[in-house]
């Protein structure tokens, strides 16, 4: 069976950080691009930032540049989303998705029909 599952959001106080994680089973994580996307109440789901299968391309919305790091561990199957600075419009559900069918070196952050498996999604809520 084939899953994403992500892991490490919570309530954290403005200014804070938070490592979020997007583990695989089932499949290997290397064979595909990943993107972080969230979603807030009465909101569209928009990306977060995205890597490449190589780990060596990535794409940053600009909402959340210079304050996010995407990374991934093909040893470990899982892929991370460093979140600093964080501030209370970055409240949203989070979710990881995995694409095969882009190429090796590039990953695509505005169409989400380009994910074939996406994950249940973690809750991170920036107040005070």
């Known amino acids: 069976q084939l899953q994403l599952v992500e892991s490490g959001g919570g309530l954290v106080q403005p200014g804070g950080s938070l490592r979020l994680s997007c583990a695989a089973s089932g499949f290997t994580l290397d064979n595909y691009a990943i993107g972080w996307f969230r979603q807030a109440p009465g909101k569209e789901r928009e990306g977060v930032s995205c890597?490449?299968?190589?780990?060596?391309?990535?794409s940053t919305a600009d909402s959340v540049k210079g304050r996010v790091t995407i990374s991934r561990d093909n040893a470990k199957n899982t892929v991370y989303l460093q979140m600093n600075s964080l501030k209370p419009e970055d409240t949203a559900v989070y979710y990881c998705a995995a694409a095969e069918s882009v190429l090796f070196s590039v990953c695509v952050l505005s169409n989400l029909r380009k994910y074939d498996y996406w994950g249940q999604g973690t809750q991170v809520t920036v107040s005070s």
């Open positions: 890597i490449s299968k190589s780990g060596g391309g990535t």
